[in-house]
């Protein structure tokens, strides 16, 4: 990477060689990080490459600003210019996905959810969400976080696995579950599921029962954006995201609504549950919203289906099952019992790992392994397509993972297939030296 491209990254001064100067060990752990997210395939389906604009507004002096409360309302003085970064960030989110309202302060998914709950709920209210094992989130009502004990989370799943449409979200369940429950709320959303949800579907119910809805689309924001998958906007009453998963932002959460929810939202976020925002990161935020404006990302979401969609193709072609026998957003959820009963999604992960392939392990529907073990693996295209790669990668990724695992005993077929990996890194490097970008820059028109 070129020093200008590297400064660029922190602050547009000399930041890194700065850093390098007081803090080598932490400089030298930065660049190893780097080294690895460029020469390595990153398939976590959660994850991205964020632009060079997007990395030096969170690397700014914008972090230095307490900007406690919301813009011409704040508690500290200083804060004109903070104010109108974070007006062009809520502006530029409202236009890009033709909202009412936006609250872009939440530091992640988990706290925009969190919000959420504390707007329109009380303690012990019913809540109807996805189950964790069946592709649901941890706030979704898991025992284990604070949601699953604040609030009386029921799971819906989905329906059994079929050779035709099994695995979907089962809506007769979920409507069934609704009209003896009352929930006050619905969550729609998932974090493991490799599907389009449909918010009409969710909208139906949700009014049948008078309850509200909520779509957290932290996962497909980006492909919403991109205008390849439906948009829950219209429908739902509120809708959650994070900006770093296919949006390509910087790490973050972002909370839309409809008007009448605004005021709530906004106090739940600030005082309820942060204090001073991170103008950085709301900086980063508005850069990504308006590069997700462009026609070159419209075509790098529908991309990254087609990339999802050819990587699945090639893996049932190799032996594979898919969860739901395919895709139609960023990820396959792959259930490896077809494949070799002996191979856990741990193992799987881990040799994916030496050879170069990062993944991660995920439990599939009705796994009979633990949480920490799975018989699965959740592999997405978000990462690899803004670093250049379309279909005829997505095949040969598909055959490096076959193999890896096929010969996962064997060190010799192993090193050969981590020279292949290096070098296809080498090719499709996220961040390569210049003043371009493949994010954008592959896919002009
Ligand atoms: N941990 C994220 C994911 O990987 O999907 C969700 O928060």
């Known amino acids: 990477m070129s020093d200008t491209l590297k400064n660029s990254i922190a602050t547009g001064s000399n930041a890194l060689s700065y850093l390098e100067s007081v803090d080598g060990e932490i400089y030298g752990f930065m660049s190893e990080e780097l080294d690895r997210q460029r020469r390595t395939l990153q398939l976590i389906a959660s994850e991205n490459f964020a632009s060079p604009a997007v990395l030096a507004m969170t690397g700014s002096a914008l972090t230095n600003k307490y900007a406690e409360g919301y813009p011409q309302r704040r508690y500290y003085g200083g804060n004109q210019i903070i104010d109108a970064v974070e007006e062009i960030a809520r502006s530029r989110a409202k236009e890009l996905f033709k909202a009412d309202h936006v609250n872009v302060q939440p530091h992640s998914g988990s706290s925009a959810n969190l919000a959420v709950y504390q707007a329109l709920l009380n303690p012990g209210d019913t809540v109807l969400a996805m189950r964790l094992d069946q592709g649901g989130h941890l706030t979704h009502g898991a025992p284990a976080s604070v949601t699953g004990k604040m609030y009386n989370f029921q799971p819906y799943g989905l329906t059994p696995r079929s050779p035709e449409n099994g695995e979907r979200i089962d809506f007769d369940y979920l409507r069934a579950l609704a009209k003896s429950s009352h929930p006050k709320l619905i969550v729609a959303g998932a974090t493991a599921y490799p599907r389009e949800i449909d ?33 829950p906007i219209e429908l739902a009453d509120v809708v959650t995201f994070t900006t770093h998963k296919t949006l390509r932002g910087p790490r973050g959460g972002a909370i839309l609504c409809k008007e009448p929810f605004a005021k ?69 959820l792959v259930d490896l ?85 290096a070098e296809l890194c080498i090719e499709f490097d996220p961040y390569p030296s210049g003043d371009t970008w493949p994010g954008m820059d592959c896919f002009k028109g």
Request: proline letters at 4%; a negative charge; glycine letters at 8%.
């Open 337 to 421: 019992r077809d494949f070799d009963s002996d191979l856990d999604g741990k193992t799987a992960q881990e040799v994916l790992d030496s050879v170069g392939i990062t993944c991660n392990r995920n439990q599939i529907p009705d796994d009979p392994r633990k949480p920490l073990i799975t018989s699965g693996l959740r592999l997405g295209t978000a990462a690899m397509t803004t670093a250049g790669m379309k279909v005829a990668q997505m095949r040969q990724v598909a055959k490096l993972i076959a193999n890896t695992l096929r010969h996962r005993n064997d060190e010799n077929e192993l090193k050969l297939i981590k020279g292949e990996v």
């Open 199 to 231: 918010p009409l579907m969710f909208k139906e119910i949700a009014d049948e029962v008078g309850a509200l809805l909520m779509f957290d689309s932290a996962h497909p924001m980006g492909l919403i954006a991109a205008g390849v998958h439906a948009s």
């Open 264 to 332: 709530k939202i906004d106090s739940a976020v600030f005082p309820g549950l942060q204090g001073g925002p991170l103008e950085h990161v709301i900086a980063a935020k508005a850069v990504a919203f308006k590069e997700a404006q462009t026609q070159n990302f419209a075509r790098y979401g529908a991309q990254i289906k087609e990339n999802a969609s050819v990587l699945g193709e090639t893996l049932i072609a190799e032996g594979f099952r898919l969860v739901s026998n395919g895709t139609d957003n960023h990820l396959v």
